[in-house]
């Protein structure tokens, strides 16, 4: 009798202990959040970028993890809308994360920032692009690794200097993002006494871009610089370009980047000047394209680059801080020089020296051309 | 006058598309009064099915064209039969069953978001992408097949309509649902058809306007508004008033664009404030149903 109650207790024992693993394992892992969005207008972009965050989680955790625990990546869904991303980062600080990492739209991360302000929780995005998220509010939790929209500008002025443009046409989407790369392009221009003689938005939505592309071909610009960042209205852009038989140069911001064009643009690419964050000849690059294809069994791109460089960031952070107590995090973040990226060209490194809390090299950025459908060699690197 | 005519072409083939997006709001609206705002997502469904058809599985342009048509017959009836029907005869209100069909239109825009990914994907036109001059008329391959191919199928629904007893019946029911009941007219089977036929041409609306938009995920919503949009200013009542709603439409967005002397940001205004003064001073459209000229 007393031995049939000894092996169900044992077996209650059992039973109880596995039930608790994974608690356990919880309780033992560092905790690092993710707000990403999964249906809303940022998904095409939010999702390599936090597949290249995941693709990091699980190396780390593979090579041991971080200060000798595994890291658990919470994933949120703030369908890229501003007051969810507020709300995704709030369950992710009740839920001990210890960083949050925000690969959403730029005025969702901008609304998570509220969050962290409060919380003092460390906040990063990646893959933000947006000039005014580290100037808007003043939270020294939060750190963007994203190139900046100005970055690029001065990166394709740069290349272009040679080129003696005076009056050159811009062209942008209605999106949120969209607009606000146009603005700081616009701004670059006009800094560098380029007169912006035509200005056209394309709608989300439209079925063509001739009209507007017909304005530009009335204008005689010398150039023209695409800001739009959702893939269809660039696409409209490019063909109505084509079709209408226009001429001029075009300069295109990083999203003319993404490989997708090469199939949604096919044969309207050509000669097609882009900057991009992703130089396939860095050694580090080479190692990160290496180790996704061999873990996954894909070829990675640039987005799936910012991702993975966010969260070993964050890593990187952490174990400098020999915790992850948010402050000496904090501290560790800010501190951060010369981390070796995979974004960014050859020799140019993420760091917030003096203050700065924008990490991305501002000579980091490199000039690509299309060979046909083909994203062509760097041909151009920085602002120099 | 060359922009001009340029966008003669580009406005028209434009303005098609919203109109066959208004007709398949039509065909269920006018006999059923319910207004189904998935259309849109019907749309992209077709756009998706071009692409199945056309680009990874290629096949004959004509026969893509069948596929999808049937293809979309079959979603519309299973859309009926699913949302609407059990609604309609368990004595809900009419908004019941309209508030189901937004419910829809989420499960069409996840099911496609799930199974094909965010990234838009390419649909081939049917001729090329080079571009046609016809006389002083200039414009893409694709803009004169979208014209052509809406001629085709308003002619036909007119005609479907105008001269057929079938068509009769549609027209009865729309008229008065409960004495086209009392003549014998199957309620069920009109409805049915009129969601089989809107789906049917929601789809080609989709199809046709891919190879410019891609097939994307989030390519519904505009299309409905579009389309939506030209059925208020045409008028619900008749076929006619569809295209000639689209027509108008396209005409004032993108010659506001062209030649309006406003800022880009609030030429995109336009067609809304289009709309809310067709709501306001002719809610009825354009054209006026057949009861109402008697």
Request: hydrophobic fraction near 50%; glycine fraction near 10%.
């Amino acid at each position: 009798m007393k031995q049939v109650f000894l092996m169900k207790a044992r077996s209650v024992l059992a039973v109880s202990l596995m039930a608790l693993a994974p608690l356990a394992f919880a309780q033992n892992t560092i905790r690092i959040g993710m707000i990403t969005d999964k249906v809303g207008p940022a998904k095409a972009f939010a999702e390599p970028v936090a597949q290249g965050a995941i693709f990091a989680a699980r190396e780390l955790n593979a090579r041991g993890g971080l200060l000798g625990r595994q890291i658990e990546l919470l994933v949120e869904d703030d369908q890229g809308k501003p007051d969810v991303s507020a709300t995704a980062a709030r369950k992710l600080v009740d839920a001990g994360a210890v960083f949050i990492l925000s690969v959403s739209l730029t005025p969702a991360t901008q609304q998570a920032q509220s969050v962290t302000l409060e919380t003092k929780v460390p906040h990063l995005t990646p893959s933000n692009s947006g000039d005014t998220l580290t100037t808007q509010i003043a939270n020294p939790n939060f750190w963007q690794t994203g190139p900046l929209a100005s970055t690029q500008i001065a990166t394709l002025l740069s290349y272009a200097r040679n080129k003696n443009y005076k009056r050159v046409a811009l062209i942008t989407e209605n999106s949120a993002l969209g607009q606000l790369t146009n603005q700081f392009f616009k701004a670059g221009l006009e800094k560098s006494g380029i007169q912006v003689v035509s200005e056209e938005v394309v709608p989300g939505g439209s079925t063509t871009a001739d009209p507007q592309m017909q304005k530009i071909r009335a204008s005689n610009a010398d150039a023209l610089f695409m800001t739009g960042v959702t893939v269809p209205e660039n696409a409209l852009i490019l063909r109505a370009y084509r079709q209408l038989g226009l001429k001029m140069p075009v300069l295109a911001n990083y999203n003319l980047s993404i490989p997708v064009y090469a199939t949604i643009a096919k044969g309207l690419l050509d000669g097609v000047v882009f900057v991009d964050a992703f130089d396939p000849v860095k050694a580090e690059t080479r190692r990160f394209i290496d180790g996704y294809k061999k873990d996954t069994g894909t070829e990675p791109f640039n987005l799936h680059g910012y991702g993975y460089d966010g969260l070993m960031l964050v890593a990187d952070a952490i174990r400098r801080a020999g915790s992850t107590d948010k402050d000496k995090v904090r501290d560790a973040m800010q501190a951060t020089r010369g981390y070796q990226s995979v974004m960014g060209g050859i020799g140019s490194s993420y760091g917030f020296a003096d203050g700065r809390r924008t990490g991305f090299d501002t000579n980091g950025m490199v000039v690509r051309v299309y060979e046909g459908d083909l994203q062509g060699k760097v041909v151009h690197v920085g602002q120099k | 006058m060359r922009d001009f005519l340029e966008l003669v072409v580009s406005a028209t083939a434009s303005g098609c598309v919203y109109a066959l997006v208004a007709l398949a709001y039509l065909l269920m609206t006018r006999p059923t009064g319910i207004i189904n705002f998935a259309v849109g997502e019907w749309a992209m469904v077709g756009a998706f099915g071009g692409f199945l058809l056309l680009s990874r599985f290629p096949i004959p342009y004509p026969v893509a064209i069948g596929l999808v048509l049937l293809g979309m017959f079959v979603v519309g009836g299973l859309t009926e039969r699913l949302t609407v029907r059990p609604l309609v005869e368990a004595g809900a209100p009419p908004l019941a069953p309209i508030l189901a069909l937004l419910g829809m239109l989420v499960v069409f825009r996840e099911l496609i978001s799930v199974s094909f990914g965010p990234d838009p994907q390419p649909v081939p036109p049917a001729f090329g992408f080079g571009r046609l001059e016809l006389g002083l008329l200039a414009g893409s391959h694709q803009s004169f097949f979208i014209i052509a191919v809406t001629a085709v199928v308003f002619t036909g629904v007119w005609y479907f309509f105008e001269r057929t007893l079938a068509g009769k019946s549609f027209e009865a029911v729309a008229i008065d649902r409960r004495a086209a009941a009392l003549m014998g007219i199957n309620l069920r089977l009109v409805t049915a058809l009129a969601f089989c036929a809107g789906g049917a041409v929601a789809g080609l609306a989709g199809l046709l306007v891919s190879p410019n938009v891609s097939a994307h995920y989030l390519m519904g919503l505009p299309l409905a508004i579009q389309g939506f949009t030209a059925l208020v200013i045409g008028g619900v009542g008749r076929v006619e008033g569809a295209l000639l709603g689209g027509l108008i439409l396209a005409f004032v967005e993108q010659f506001t664009v062209r030649y309006a002397p406003v800022p880009p940001g609030l030429a995109m205004g336009v067609p809304l404030v289009l709309l809310i003064g067709f709501l306001l001073l002719r809610p009825t459209g354009l054209l006026l149903a057949r009861e109402a000229r008697a």
